[in-house]
């Protein structure tokens, strides 16, 4: 263990996302930027999606994270 735990989570996500496609991978990007996914709904969807049809269980939490942080901080109202 180098104590590097961060970047060793980083590597196996970006694992996961070498079997992704790269069109899905971008629109999941999309829907990451503040402003652009109209709910928290949207972003779980996109969770289990990635969950369920890319074996991405990973990404998936990591999506699921960001819906719950976006959903507190008032991040999914437009912006631009």
């Known amino acids: 263990d180098a104590g590097r735990?961060?970047?060793a989570d980083n590597f196996e996500r970006a694992a996961e996302m070498a079997t992704i496609p790269q069109e899905?991978?971008?629109s999941y990007y999309e829907l990451l930027r503040p402003g652009r996914a109209k709910g928290k709904?949207?972003?779980l969807a996109a969770a289990a999606q990635l969950r369920n049809d890319?074996?991405?269980p990973l990404?998936?939490?990591f999506v699921?994270?960001?819906a719950n942080v976006y959903?507190?901080?008032g991040l999914f109202?437009?912006?631009y």
């Open 5 to 7: 735990a961060e970047l």
């Open 24 to 26: 899905v991978i971008m």
């Open 41 to 43: 709904d949207e972003l």
């Open 54 to 56: 890319h074996n991405a």
């Open 59 to 61: 990404i998936a939490a």
């Open 64 to 66: 699921e994270e960001a």
């Open 71 to 73: 959903d507190r901080r």
């Open 77 to 79: 109202r437009f912006r």
